[in-house]
């Protein structure tokens, strides 16, 4: 197969627009990084005593047990769940195969309000406890405390162990027969065949499912903070709009980019004998193996637990309480305007991070270096309470450049243009979730030989013909599957919402938020419903990605 570097080296004008054009967008995602530094260092010296003193200590610690405890439950539920759908027969394992995705569509703050309300002493689950056992006082049946560290842990556990069972699933389902056939004919069980051959063989793909998911629980604001955990990413939030301390935001917002940067490091470390490991193009998937009687019973309730308390309870739980709200008071005439507002905005975010992982993969394929595609994907792993804090420098930079300009030149006035309004928003998703249509289109140029692009080139197609009138509708699928993901992502991304939109917006996530803010989780039931509903979409496209081509 021939390579990039076999395309001519000497670059014509539109190739080098191009990559200039990649070098930009590649620059501007690690721009908010950069200016976190300067804003931190604008910071009084008084800062870190303070924060040293009486914010860090307790974020780190209450963070580190955060990550810990659902890194640890993530781990058990997505590897376990994943093992037995790929290696066993039991009742029901062809729904749980698709199933145990459906946590997914969940977000975290989202499950949290729904088990806030849901387990209340006058909720509905404890209710129905009682009318069971005969009670009539709450107080007779006292039942865990949610809001609590360890409630964060298990809620977050719920919604982020598919990202294991994802990728834990496909190596399960890749490794080869011969190993695992191997290992029984030396007299291994079941259980020694999965803990000494299977395991350690699926090791890097587990890092890399357990890595995502601890991303998100490091990017969270909403569940931890109603569900009273002072997390880092809280932190920031409450030090730049509680406190109006910017540069302290600043601060401990790089002390949340050394965490990421070390999730990011372990990711890498787990999957260093990757090429090692996944040995072998001729591999047979492993001959699941039958269970019956209490096995096959085991098998079935642990499948359908995590299931039912990641998805069916508080899908459950809303539809109820959004049929009640509706009953009572119809729809407020406020949910479609922010229903609006949330489409228009994930629309936007998602066209412009299409656009520019276009530039960037068609760029790389064009001969530029695969690094920028890298750098470009970077923002991915930045928080979104990080990004958000990062993206005021280089944003209001760019504000006074236009109106320094427009002054000079007309004398009018024309303020900041777009620091504080719904463009800073769109830049922000662009940034947040670039890495996603960046991965989906390098995989599918990955199916697509250069020897297509020289063939065309040698019938005097320029290169950017080649890219609009070949590439771009081999590569279809591969942009719809990527728009549909960068969608649901921009609509449910809270964090960046909170702190870049425009005075008086509204979307559905923020909608959601305020409500559980004041208290009234009912009232912002259907707009939640409403996001779980729209973030199924991505689940039943994740299902059919990862169905094996055989059985």
């Not at 979730?433 to 692009?453: C, K, M, N, Q, W």
């Amino acid at each position: 197969m021939i390579g990039a570097r076999s395309l001519p080296s000497r670059l014509p004008l539109q190739n080098r627009t191009l990559h200039l054009a990649a070098l930009a967008i590649a620059a501007a995602v690690l721009a908010p990084i950069l200016a976190l530094a300067l804003i931190a260092s604008e910071g009084s010296g008084d800062l870190w005593p303070h924060l040293l003193a009486n914010v860090l200590p307790h974020a780190l610690t209450q963070t580190a047990l955060l990550v810990l405890g659902v890194g640890a439950m993530v781990t058990v539920i997505g590897t376990g769940t994943a093992w037995l759908v790929a290696v066993c027969r039991f009742p029901g394992r062809g729904l749980f195969e698709w199933a145990l995705l459906l946590p997914l569509a969940v977000p975290t703050y989202i499950q949290a309000y729904v088990y806030l309300d849901a387990v209340h002493p006058l909720g509905p689950i404890p209710s129905s406890i009682r009318a069971l056992l005969g009670m009539d006082n709450p107080r007779d049946l006292p039942l865990p405390e949610v809001r609590s560290l360890w409630g964060c842990v298990l809620l977050l556990g719920l919604v982020l162990y598919p990202y294991v069972y994802i990728t834990a699933r496909a190596a399960f389902l890749m490794q080869t027969a011969s190993a695992l056939d191997a290992a029984r004919t030396l007299g291994a069980g079941a259980w020694e065949s999965f803990a000494h051959v299977a395991l350690p063989l699926a090791r890097p793909a587990i890092a890399v499912g357990v890595t995502l998911a601890l991303m998100e629980t490091v990017n969270d604001v909403g569940a931890s903070e109603f569900l009273g955990v002072q997390t880092l990413t809280l932190s920031i939030y409450s030090t730049w709009l509680n406190r109006s301390s910017l540069p302290g935001a600043a601060q401990i917002a790089l002390a949340v980019l050394l965490v990421v940067l070390a999730l990011v490091l372990v990711e890498r470390w787990g999957r260093r004998h990757l090429k090692l490991e996944n040995v072998g193009a001729r591999t047979r998937p492993p001959i699941r193996r039958a269970l019956s009687g209490g096995g096959a019973a085991a098998a079935f309730l642990a499948c359908l637990l995590p299931v039912t308390l990641g998805f069916l309870l508080p899908a459950g739980h809303l539809v109820y309480t959004a049929l009640q709200r509706w009953r009572f008071n119809g729809i407020s005439p406020a949910l479609a305007s922010e229903a609006l507002n949330t489409a228009l905005f994930a629309a936007l975010g998602t066209a412009l991070a299409l656009g520019c992982g276009l530039v960037v993969t068609v760029a790389v394929r064009l001969g530029l270096a695969r690094t920028v595609a890298r750098l470009a994907s970077f923002g991915y792993a930045v928080p979104g309470t990080v990004l958000a804090v990062g993206l005021l420098v280089p944003l209001a930079a760019f504000d006074n450049v236009i109106a320094s300009a427009v002054q000079a030149l007309s004398g009018q006035t024309i303020g900041l243009l777009v620091s504080g309004s719904g463009a800073a928003l769109v830049i922000a998703y662009a940034i947040r979730f670039l890495a996603i249509p960046i991965g989906s289109l390098e995989a599918g140029y990955a199916r697509l030989g250069v020897t297509l692009d020289m063939a065309a080139r040698s019938l005097g197609e320029s290169a950017g013909g080649v890219a609009r009138r070949i590439h771009l509708p081999l590569l279809r699928p591969a942009l719809g599957g990527a728009a549909l993901l960068v969608f649901v992502d921009c609509m449910k991304e809270l964090p960046a919402t909170l702190m870049l939109r425009p005075l008086n917006f509204e979307t559905l996530a923020t909608h959601v938020y305020g409500e559980a803010a004041r208290g009234t989780y009912e009232d912002g039931a259907l707009a939640a419903l409403l996001i779980v509903v729209i973030g199924l979409l991505p689940v039943i496209l994740l299902a059919r990605l990862s169905r094996p081509a055989s059985p």
